[in-house]
């Protein structure tokens, strides 16, 4: 009972307004989903009213009250102006519903024209996502962007489908192996941004969240020259290996690590990481020998404990 309720409202928990909209939009395409979503909730809104407010007043107007059971009511053969109206009425709502997602469809759809809008590589792994600069910097799970600027993402797979999904800043698109997808979004305020992975991917789907940190011009650029390839090491590791082998490599769903001196060695651990073996799949097939380096180095100052047990 307490699973089927946390499942049932997972989605009022994640949503605005008690449930009932989308979380408040940062990005000019989000915007534009959410008049869409406004509109459409408008007029169902209102027909649910209407439909369920004639149910409950025909049900009263015509009870039974002291009548047999077997006695007809009044009989009626045809109503014109009725007929036309509930055709007509429908079809008008319609014609409304889709003039709007038409006049919102290329803002979602579309960026505008930008001037040299940042080009960021979006790769879906199981259970992280890996964020590719235009400098050649790497992330693992945080994407850092400047504000109000254009950011066009290139969203690809390593394994499965994933689906990249930060609520206030864009919608879903996919990451489906051997195809590109493409989506952006232009934040409009510095802060944090969450999201995860909107596609059942395997047994850590859950763990495989993401989040947007939006930041000033010259912070971005500071991070993503500097302070990015510092942090390389630590990310990968409670990114990526932390998820099924634990925080200090004590074991979890994966074996004991931190005693596994292949942790520390590039030569040794590459192959592991690049092809995989019937208990681990290829997690760093797309890494580059720097960033099993910058691995190989967090795991020998923090997590290796001295040889003791064998890892993968």
Not at 58 to 65: K, M
Not at 124 to 147: A, R, S
Request: some cysteine.
């Amino acid at each position: 009972m307490v699973a089927l309720t946390a499942l049932a409202t997972a989605g009022v928990a994640a949503a605005a307004n008690g449930g009932f909209t989308p979380q408040n939009p940062h990005s000019p395409n989000t915007h534009n989903t959410s008049t869409a979503y406004y509109v459409v909730l408008g007029f169902t809104a209102a027909i649910f009213l209407a439909v369920e407010g004639a149910l409950v007043y025909f049900v009263w107007r015509y009870r039974a009250g002291k009548r047999s059971r077997t006695d007809e009511g009044p009989q009626l053969h045809g109503h014109t102006r009725l007929e036309i109206g509930w055709t007509v009425v429908p079809v008008v709502i319609l014609a409304i519903i889709g003039s709007v997602i038409f006049i919102e469809l290329p803002g979602i759809s579309s960026a505008p024209a930008s001037t040299n809008p940042i080009r960021i590589s979006v790769i879906g792994h199981q259970f992280y996502w890996e964020l590719k600069y235009p400098n050649g910097t790497t992330t693992i799970n945080d994407l850092h962007v400047p504000v109000d600027q254009v950011v066009d993402l290139t969203v690809k797979s390593g394994d499965v489908v994933h689906s990249w999904f930060i609520p206030q800043l864009a919608g879903k698109i996919q990451a489906i192996p051997g195809r590109t997808n493409h989506t952006w979004f232009k934040a409009d305020r510095i802060g944090a941004y969450y999201g995860q992975c909107a596609e059942l991917c395997g047994i850590f789907h859950e763990a495989m969240t993401a989040r947007v940190i939006v930041s000033s011009s010259a912070d971005y650029t500071a991070y993503t020259s500097k302070t990015a390839a510092a942090d390389l090491g630590k990310a990968e590791f409670t990114g990526v290996c932390a998820t099924c082998h634990g925080m200090q490599g004590s074991g979890g769903y994966g074996p004991v690590i931190s005693g596994s001196s292949q942790i520390t060695d590039p030569k040794a651990l590459t192959p592991l990481l690049q092809k995989g073996n019937k208990n681990m799949p290829p997690v760093g097939d797309t890494w580059t020998a720097e960033q099993v380096k910058a691995l190989t180095d967090y795991t020998k100052a923090h997590i290796y404990k001295g040889a003791s047990t064998s890892g993968g």
